[in-house]
């Protein structure tokens, strides 16, 4: 009979891996359905974006593939395919820390706000482009900012704040009900008040924050992981050089 440790830890190890090809799977998923929401806006989607969903998306390929290794060698017991797997985590924790500290840098260096505010003025100066007007209102209305700092940077180009910024008059067509809503917003000063530059570092913020946590869980269980794979190899070998040793005394005897 089977010791009862190589029990346990082939149950936890399988159990662990299991969860880390729902989280690849759900990852992937998560990926690809931004990949082609982004497609039908490519105005709103950067190199940098493109990247990231494409590494995100290796990444949960990377996992899932490990995970399955994983539980394969586990249920097998099978002590080379345990190492393989072990390695394999420990690779992507490494992959995944070296990418983490380096975008937490990048991210407290580089901003967004210059690009920003470059699409701001060219929006509020040029008067034929609408794809420009398009992707204001959008952003405007949909993270309840107005303007890049705020509404005073319509003021300075003695510009009107748009129904944009009126979370009661952007979502009517056009004609009087909106013109009307679009009136009063402004005469009561209901508009939105923070700038979007604020707005969106806010998002981001909390983005990444929900990120780095489920960052450092899965590492955690990626580790976790790998002490069990290889606790569990070694156990495996010791068992079978025991058992070895015993058959070969009982034969000599």
């Known amino acids: 009979m089977k ?10 190890l399988t159990l662990f891996n299991i969860v880390c090809i729902l989280f690849g799977l759900i990852l992937m998923a998560i990926c690809a359905m931004n990949m082609r929401e982004r497609k039908s806006r490519p105005e709103q989607q950067s190199a940098l974006s493109r990247g990231v969903l494409a590494f995100l998306l290796t990444l949960g390929l990377a996992l899932v593939v ?3 290794l994983g539980c394969i060698g586990a249920l097998r017991e099978h002590v ?3 190492y393989v797997h072990a390695c394999f985590f420990i690779f992507l924790v490494s992959v995944e820390l070296i990418v983490g500290v380096g975008g937490a840098v990048l991210s407290a260096w580089v901003g967004a706000g210059s690009e920003l505010r470059v699409q ?4 509020a100066t040029v008067d034929d482009d609408h794809r420009h007007q398009e992707f204001w209102d959008q952003l405007q209305a949909e993270n309840q900012c107005c303007g890049v700092d705020g509404p005073q940077d319509y003021a300075i180009l003695n510009r009107p704040i748009p129904p944009a910024c009126c979370a009661r008059a952007h979502p009517l067509r056009e004609g009087g009900a909106r013109s009307h809503l679009h009136q009063t917003c402004l005469t009561d000063r209901s508009y939105y008040v923070i700038g979007c530059e604020e707005a969106l570092r806010q998002k981001k913020a909390l983005k990444g924050n929900i990120f780095i946590s ?3 869980i899965f590492a955690l269980l990626e580790i ?15 068992e079978r050089r025991k058992l070895q040793q015993n058959l070969q005394a009982h034969f000599e005897t």
């Not at 701001?120 to 929006?123: G, I, K, L, Q, V």
């Not at 002490?227 to 156990?235: D, E, G, H, P, S």
């Open 214 to 216: 489920t960052g450092v």
């Open 224 to 238: 976790f992981c790998i002490v069990l794979a290889l606790w569990m190899a070694r156990t495996i070998r010791s």
């Open 66 to 68: 490990t995970a399955v």
């Open 3 to 12: 010791p009862r440790s190589i029990r346990c830890m082939k149950f936890f």
């Open 120 to 123: 701001f003025y060219r929006n």
């Open 80 to 82: 080379k395919i345990l």
